[in-house]
């Protein structure tokens, strides 16, 4: 996907806001195999060094997991800075540190998921009772639990992710495993 596609995509997303998120693509060597498919964007005014470590940082994370059921995926930071007002102007959840617009296959992740002020990480440590990478593979698995099975239901969600980090296959539709117990994330 071309970084102007991108940015027509996550202007459209961000239409309740009175700016646009402007993107650049992220290029990464081959030193962790994930498929071609699969592109890593920061927005432009994320510090150029830190989106780099950033990416290579959330490309490990996701090496684990089943990245060839997505397609055509693309991943986007945003800095600390910026993200409450974008998700607060997209109606959602600004406590959330990331969301996927399915129909559009990105996944918009905070930069706090790599580095938190000591504030962030207090909400976020409250909001799920996780920090670092336990919090960032949390994240990136439900995300990946919408993604892969295009599903924009919360709770399924949590469900697919946890499947995912117990390296259970996802199964669509149903969570991980027949008769699986729900229970969301969040403490």
Known sequence: MKS???IAI???ACAAQT???RVVPVHLDETVSIPKTIQFFCTQDYDRQACLKDSITLRHALAS???DQLGAWSFVLVPSGEWKNLVHGLGADPTSPAFSIIEQGTTVIEGSLFSATPS???ELLLMFGVMGNALLDLAVTHE?????????DERRADDYGRGLREKKPVAC???PGIGAARSSTRK
């Open 4 to 6: 102007t596609v991108l």
């Open 10 to 12: 996550l202007s459209a």
């Open 19 to 21: 700016q646009t998120l």
């Open 65 to 67: 997991y089943p990245l």
């Open 120 to 122: 962030r990480n207090k």
């Open 144 to 152: 990946l639990g919408h993604a892969i099975c295009h599903d924009q």
């Open 173 to 175: 539709g149903k969570g």
